[in-house]
Antibody
Framework: DVQLVESGGDLVQPGGSLRLSCAASGFSLSGYWIHWVRQIPGKGFVWVSR????????SFADSVRGRFTISRDDAENTLYLQMNSLRVEDTAVYYC????????????WGQGTLVTVSS | DIQVTQSPSSLSASVGDRVTITCRTSQPIDNSLNWYQQKPGQAPRLLIY???TLEIGVSSRFSGGGSGTQFTLTITSLQPEDVATYYCQRSDSFGQGTRLE
């Protein structure tokens, strides 16, 4: 099956760190741009970060730049989001999603993983 | 950055109704406007891409249209399974969502 499966969400204290994983099956991550998008439960979507198909070009939302990094392990066909200096406002369900870049739609989403930042 | 504004925020309708959701962009865009459906507890599902192209497997009761800065998602002959929240998206920007009840 073609799918994305996120993991790594947890309860963490403010200032803490967490690494999210997005494992792909049925296709190669290296053929797509892969994004992280987050959603506060009951609210809308906010784009967080992306890595292009070249595996090197990355972008981040202003709210997470300097605190989050995105990387890809082609051997494991897995995407990672390293989240440092976490804030209460980072609390959300984090989804990974793929597209072909340049305005193409997110045609495949994972089921999401919940990150809760609270003391 | 181009901002995306969606309306209404919620919509109540009956089985068999036709409903329309509107998405406006802060400046004219090309055809890279997409629509998603999200049911409670589920991940979003792509419904329509490039303004009006139906994703494979999506009911023909869904249609998209528009150009410039105004775009629409129309659902005809509303069915109980259409209860969901609908989002438009352009690049890294998402609309605020329309909850259809």
């Amino acid at each position: 099956d073609v799918q994305l499966v996120e993991s790594g969400g947890d309860l963490v204290q403010p200032g803490g760190s967490l690494r999210l994983s997005c494992a792909a099956s049925g296709f190669s991550l290296s053929g797509y741009w892969i994004h992280w998008v987050r959603q506060i439960p009951g609210k809308g979507f906010v784009w967080v970060s992306r890595i292009k198909s070249d595996g090197r070009s990355t972008s981040f939302a202003d709210s997470v730049r300097g605190r989050f990094t995105i990387s890809r392990d082609d051997a494991e066909n897995t995407l990672y989001l390293q989240m440092n200096s976490l804030r209460v406002e980072d609390t959300a369900v984090y989804y990974c999603a793929r597209d072909k870049g340049h305005g193409t739609p997110f045609d495949l989403w994972g089921q999401g993983t919940l990150v809760t930042v609270s003391s | 950055d181009i901002q995306v504004t969606q309306s209404p925020s919620s919509l109540s309708a009956s089985v068999g109704d036709r409903v329309t959701i509107t998405c406006r962009t802060s400046q004219p865009i090309d055809n890279s406007l997409n629509w998603y459906q999200q049911k409670p507890g589920q991940a979003p599902r792509l419904l329509i891409y490039e303004v009006s192209t139906l994703e494979i497997g999506v009911s023909s009761r869904f249609s998209g249209g528009g150009s410039g800065t105004q775009f629409t998602l129309t659902i005809t002959s509303l069915q109980p399974e259409d209860v969901a929240t609908y989002y438009c998206q352009r690049s890294d920007s998402f609309g605020q969502g329309t909850r259809l009840e």
